[in-house]
């Protein structure tokens, strides 16, 4: 196991080393698998011969205070049906210079601090951070499933100084991951923004048969009073 990336055959560590003529200092990691080695196309799976190589390099989780870098030689494979196409490594997701152990950990922090702060935190860049946490939120967004929703509740929050908001919807449901929708501004068109949302997910505007609201009732004006989504608590 290298700094708990749990290698499953045919990957294995092959190589170690500590560069200490940086500042902080760095540890490298050489991961391969053996030659001869077939590996599944990308698209459909099928066991293929590697058609080239290229070498790539992942920053990994820190080793006490040295940054770790993974080294692999990740091969293309070439399948007649979809082509020449790079494989998916274990450790990382395609097109990231993170592993996935380093994305983690930067999305944990994520949740208990500012982005800035985050970033500093994992000695990256703050839009390098970004890009971790577009991707994550992105992912857990396409996996959403809002079909059996009924409870909604939201609440607007000042973003920064300025009067500049944001409006956050929650599932009354849920007790873990209870926020769905977050979005810019407020009134009317959050409203209409997260009933496009819901659509988008299964989810259907006459389900919600309780709504509670943390500001003015004014800001429902653009429910239909009647509807059973305008049944609730406005406080």
Same mark, same amino acid.
């Given at each position: ?23 902080? !200092? ?16 990308? @698209?459909?799976? @099928? ?115 300025? !009067? ?17 929708? &977050? ?22 505007? @006459?389900?919600?048969?309780?709504? &509670? ?23």
């Amino acid at each position: 196991m290298a700094l708990g990336l749990g290698l499953q055959p045919p990957w294995e560590l092959t190589s170690q080393r500590l560069d200490p003529s940086v500042s902080h !200092h760095e540890l490298h990691l050489t991961i391969s698998a053996a030659r001869g080695t077939r590996f599944p196309c990308p @698209e459909c799976g @099928e066991s293929c011969p590697a058609h080239d190589y290229k070498e790539l390099v992942w920053r990994h989780l820190n080793f006490f205070r040295h940054h770790g870098y993974l080294h692999a030689r990740v091969p293309r494979v070439k399948f007649p049906a979809h082509g020449v196409k790079r494989i998916n490594v274990p450790w990382a997701r395609p097109g990231s210079d993170f592993t996935l152990l380093f994305e983690q950990a930067a999305m944990l922090l994520v949740r208990e601090m500012p982005v800035l702060a985050a970033a500093r935190f994992m000695e990256i860049t703050d839009t390098r951070q970004w890009r971790i946490v577009h991707h994550s939120v992105g992912r857990s967004i396409e996996r959403l499933d809002l079909s059996e929703l009924t409870q909604i509740a939201l609440d607007e929050t000042a973003s920064r100084r300025g !009067h500049r908001y944001v409006t956050v919807f929650l599932d009354m449901a849920r007790t873990e991951g209870p926020v769905i929708f &977050v979005i810019p501004g407020r009134g009317k068109d959050a409203l209409t923004a997260f009933s496009q949302f819901l659509q988008a997910r299964d989810g259907r505007s @006459e389900q919600i048969a309780k709504v &509670v609201c943390g500001m003015p009732p004014a800001f429902l004006s653009g429910i239909d009073k009647e509807s059973p989504q305008a049944e609730g608590t406005v406080d």
